[in-house]
C-alpha cells in the first residue's frame, strides 16, 4: 500500500522508508528549497541614528536558540541587548562578544564586532541607549539549533568574600599577577589549588579559617644545584643555596663513606654555621646509600632563604667536618 500526502499549495509528497517502515515527509520552502532547521534565518536590522531607536524592533523569538548578530557601519554610541516577556517591561541581556577569548561576556557594544545573543525572553530588541554620531547599523541571523562554543573566561582576580564558601577549584594557572583576595571567616572548603607568579599577593582576611586546605603552587623557574662534599675545617661544606623566599622541590642525599653523614638544610638568606641555629631538614644517611628526601607536592617554604652545613654529628651544636672527600652529594632542585 503506498500513502501519499499533498498540501493544498504544493505538491510535496509522502512515502513509507522501506527499511523502518515510518512516514518520512519532506518539508520545502515555497522556492522549492528543503526546509533545514540547521540554516539561519535572516532577521531584518534597521539604520539608527537616533537614541532609544532600536536596530532590531522587538520580535517573538521564541522560535529561535540564539541569534547571531553584527555590528556594522561608522558610529559613535551604545548598543544594547534586551529581552522580554510581557513584550512591554525589557530587561538587559549578557552576549557573548565573539572576538574576545578572555572576558567575553558584554552588556553593551560600543564599537563594531559580533555577538552571540542566547534567547533567554520571549520578546528580544537591541536598543542603541545612547548616541552620538554615525549610523548604527548591521545584520542578524536567527538559529534554530543552538552552537556552543564552550568559550569561558578564567583570568582575572578572585574576590572570595566573607564566610563564603569555595567548592573544590584546579589549575587556575592564567591569574598571572592577579591578586587572590580572601575575607575573614571561612573562606575554602576543600582545596583551592592555583598556580601564580612569584611576586602575586595572596591575602587571607582577619580571622581566617580554612577547611581542607589553600595550596598556591608559585610559576617560578625551577633551579637545579648539584654539590660534592669536601674536605677540610670546621663549615667547609656550609654555602647558602638561595638569599631569597625560596620553595624547595626536591632534595636528594649520597653518603659514600661506610660512616654517618648529616646534611642540614637552614631557613637563611646568608651562609649558615655549623653547630649554630635550628636545621629545618636534616638528611641523615649511616652508612653508603643515597637518601630522597620527601617533600609535600607543593615543596617546602623557606622564607628567608635556602641555607646548608654538613657533619659528621647528627646533634644540631656539631662541627664535625669530615676529612675524605668527595665522600657525599647532595641535589636540589627549588623555586
Known sequence: MAVEIKSGASSDLGTIDPISKALRI??????????????????????????????????????????????????????????????????????????????PYVLSMTANGGVKIPVLFKYLRIRATSYTSGSITGTAFGYKEDANTGQISTVGTVNIGTNQTL?????????????ISMGSGVVNSGVLRVTVATDTPVVLGAS???????????????????????????????????????????????????TAR????????????AGSGIPVIVCSMAAAGTLSFPLPLEGFPFSNGIGY????????????????APDFSVSLIYS
Open 26 to 103: 519532506t518539508n520545502y520552502n515555497t522556492d522549492g528549497t528543503v526546509v533545514n532547521t540547521k540554516t539561519p534565518v535572516t532577521i531584518t536590522i534597521n539604520s539608527v541614528t537616533v537614541v532609544n531607536n532600536d536596530l532590531l524592533a522587538s520580535f517573538d523569538a521564541s522560535a529561535y536558540k540564539y541569534i547571531s548578530f553584527q555590528l556594522t557601519g561608522t558610529w559613535v554610541g551604545t548598543v544594547m541587548f534586551q529581552g522580554s516577556n510581557d513584550n512591554g517591561t525589557f530587561e538587559n541581556i549578557v552576549v557573548q562578544n565573539t572576538g574576545v577569548v578572555l572576558e
Open 167 to 179: 567548592s573544590t577549584v584546579t589549575n587556575l594557572s592564567q591569574l598571572g599577577g592577579n591578586a
Open 208 to 258: 581566617s579559617a580554612t577547611i581542607g586546605g589553600v595550596k598556591i603552587v608559585p610559576g617560578a623557574t625551577l633551579t637545579p644545584l648539584f654539590v660534592l662534599g669536601q674536605a677540610g675545617a670546621v663549615n667547609v661544606n656550609s654555602a647558602n643555596v638561595s638569599a631569597v623566599p625560596s620553595t624547595l622541590r626536591s632534595v636528594v642525599f649520597t653518603n659514600y663513606a661506610a
Open 262 to 273: 648529616h646534611f642540614k638544610m637552614y631557613n637563611t638568606a646568608s651562609v649558615p654555621t
Open 309 to 324: 652545613t654538613m657533619t659528621l654529628g647528627a646533634a644540631n651544636n656539631d662541627v664535625t667536618p669530615t676529612a675524605t
